[in-house]
């Protein structure tokens, strides 16, 4: 990925995308209209939701991300009276950040943050006003909050940015299952709330958020960052700030600023994206997909014609090494003795917290074999296709409630496969019961060690 952004990688200002939680609505932009539906019968109105689910310093990246996003579309005609913004907000003005009010997208970058609204922020950035946005929930809108008002002729794109685990994407304080987003849009389409729908969604997992639960004809298109059992990268790592952007997304921006994209498809874009993330050797464990109906992938992205391209990197690691690496290059970097002393101490907590959930794991699935007649490495450590929702779900909010709060930690996030691996495993209804009761138990033999181990990071 070494020259990800040296590649023109198609603009996904076309696509929908859930996973960071900045929520945009765009209305009447010429643009977007030529460039989600080219057809010239379009008489519709052009909406954009972008979502950014994150919060805390050290997921910067997803909300510069989204704040980048909204530069590039607002830079592009989409009035500011069209777009609405769901971002928790706590980066610019963070006591980490050396330039208050300064947030950029990539090393030595403009500022991203100026101008970006507030329509949902901090407490209001959850799953359900998520979903209400884009049913245009009139409870909402009787709060005076900006909602989706898209009908039958209308297009609609959104993106999401932020953690995801297998068919969940996560918000601050809790998380959307991909069986909830799709009946969501399922509705949508049902009630008439859009010609066409691009999603675009920039997360760990992505694609399990859509395989087999994303009906191909609803006029929904999507594009994910990820496959259904696989990560995806961050990227540009500055002293200070952290990782400022992830690949996939850093890809389809850069391109939007840079490319002309009057003769380019959606498939033209995807292509092109796939040709650098999927065959790119620093990404063997990303590969972005396609899901819905992908006819809607011809329509073409019209945007200004192009700038010279930039010889800039964006070198690429996975999200879960993304603190690790960040604490060791600090260590690396300075010559104070004590900071360094501290930096080690974080280190070595962080360490300890992580083998604390793979002891606790580890012990768990040991104790359950006799269910699910699978040797408990490979349960902790294959990724099988999870069909198996009703189990999965029910592990997934006893985990969550009884054992580590997996919006704050996010190392036992990463996790959530074994819960997975189980339930493929568990064909007997009464043997998933008897093994989540197994799991709550042993959460609560936890007691106070956990408190011991707050930096699961």
Not at 1 to 19: A, D, E, F, S
Not at 77 to 100: L, Q, R, S, Y
Not at 250 to 275: G, M, P, R, V
Not at 284 to 292: A, I, L, M, R, V
């Given at each position: ?14 696509t ?5 939680c900045l929520?945009f609505?765009?209305a ?40 980048h996003?909204y ?6 005609g ?15 003005n ?6 208050p009010g ?20 901090g ?12 049913r ?10 900006k909602?989706?008002k898209?009908?039958p002729?209308d ?8 953690h ?10 809790t998380y959307?299952?991909g ?25 760990c997992y ?11 004809d609803i ?18 790592d ?33 292509n ?8 790119s ?21 019209v945007l ?15 999200s ?9 290059k ?14 080690l ?6 360490l300890?917290?992580?083998?604390f959930?793979?002891?606790?794991l580890?012990?768990?699935v ?6 699910t007649?699978m ?18 779900r ?19 996030f ?11 495993q ?8 008897i ?12 007691g ?6 707050e930096?699961?990071?």
């Amino acid at each position: 990925m070494n020259h990800m952004i040296q590649y023109y990688l198609p603009v996904l200002l076309l696509t929908v995308g859930l996973v960071v939680c900045l929520l945009f609505v765009v209305a009447n932009a010429v643009p977007f209209g030529q460039y989600l539906g080219s057809e010239s019968s379009f008489n519709g109105t052009n909406w954009a939701v972008l979502c950014a689910g994150s919060n805390t310093w050290d997921n910067y990246r997803h909300q510069a991300d989204l704040y980048h996003a909204y530069q590039v579309i607002k830079a592009h005609g989409i009035p500011e009276d069209n777009i609405i913004v769901m971002h928790f907000d706590d980066i610019a003005n963070n006591k980490e950040n050396p330039t208050p009010g300064v947030v950029i997208n990539k090393p030595k970058g403009p500022d991203v943050y100026k101008g970006v609204p507030k329509h949902y922020t901090g407490n209001d950035v959850t799953p359900q006003n998520f979903l209400g946005v884009l049913r245009g929930d009139e409870l909402l809108a009787r709060d005076g909050k900006k909602v989706l008002k898209s009908g039958p002729n209308d297009h609609v794109f959104v993106y999401f940015v932020d953690h995801g685990s297998p068919d969940l994407i996560q918000f601050p304080k809790t998380y959307l299952h991909g069986e909830e987003l799709a009946k969501e849009l399922i509705a949508m389409h049902k009630n008439n709330k859009f010609a066409k729908l691009v999603f675009y969604i920039e997360a760990c997992y992505s694609g399990s958020m859509f395989e087999t639960l994303l009906p191909k004809d609803i006029n929904v298109y999507v594009a994910t960052s990820s496959g259904p059992n696989e990560s995806s990268y961050l990227c540009w790592d500055v002293p200070k700030l952290g990782y400022l952007s992830d690949p996939y997304t850093a890809a389809w921006l850069y391109n939007s600023e840079h490319k002309d994209l009057t003769k380019e498809t959606l498939q033209d874009q995807y292509n092109f994206i796939a040709d650098v993330i999927n065959k790119s050797d620093e990404h063997d464990e990303q590969h972005s997909h396609q899901y819905g109906d992908l006819s809607i992938a011809k329509l073409p992205v019209v945007l200004p014609a192009p700038t010279p391209v930039s010889n800039e990197n964006c070198k690429a690691i996975p999200s879960d090494e993304a603190v690790i690496h960040l604490i060791q290059k600090r260590i690396e970097a300075t010559n104070d003795v004590h900071e360094k002393h501290s930096l080690l101490k974080q280190l070595s907590e962080i360490l300890k917290g992580r083998q604390f959930v793979n002891n606790f794991l580890n012990q768990y699935v040991d104790s359950i074999k006799h269910l699910t007649h699978m040797d408990t490495n490979a349960i902790l450590t294959t990724k099988q296709d999870l069909t198996n929702r009703p189990c999965y779900r029910r592990f997934v909010d006893t985990f969550h409630q009884k054992c580590f709060n997996i919006n704050q930690h996010t190392y036992a996030f990463n996790k959530l496969n074994t819960f997975v691996n189980i339930c493929q495993q568990l064909t007997d209804s009464n043997d998933v019961t008897i093994a989540v009761e197994h799991l709550e138990m042993s959460c609560t033999k936890l007691g106070t060690r956990q408190a011991h181990f707050e930096a699961i990071l």
